[in-house]
């Protein structure tokens, strides 16, 4: 195969079979702007964690919607609170209070 030096990057189309909608209206029921994402990226450009460490918060929300709750688990471990995320947020998301919340529902520390 010719090695173009890029490749065609896996669907980002969210599967909505394999989504958990009990534990996705228990967060949207504690943090209801949370509803309001439109994956614009803003969050992900600011993150101060990401300037570090390979962490994406945009692909949180994805994971989280998705019920990959093993990868997600670990990912949430790299958030620092700072709440950076939710002063840059247009739509004026809960971030920082989604992640705390994100981490009881599924209980990491
Ligand atoms: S900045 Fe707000 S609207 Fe944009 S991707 Fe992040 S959470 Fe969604
Ligand atoms: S609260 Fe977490 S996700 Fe948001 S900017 Fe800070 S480190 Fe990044």
Redesign the pocket.
């Known amino acids: 195969m010719i090695n173009f030096g890029y490749t065609i990057a896996t669907t980002r189309v969210v599967n909505i079979d394999n989504c958990d909608f009990e534990k996705l209206h228990e967060l949207e029921a504690l943090v209801p702007s949370f509803k309001r994402c439109m994956n614009c990226g803003a ?1 992900t450009a ?5 300037q570090f460490i390979p962490f994406n ?1 945009r692909k949180i929300k994805s994971l989280f919607q998705e019920a990959q709750y093993d990868k997600l688990s670990k990912e949430l471990e790299k ?7 939710t002063l840059v947020c247009p739509r004026g998301i809960s ?2 209070p989604a ?1 705390m919340n994100m981490r009881k529902i599924l209980s990491v520390k």
Do not use: E, P
């Open positions: 969050c600011t993150c101060s964690a990401q918060i958030c620092m609170l700072c709440g950076k995320c971030l920082r992640i």
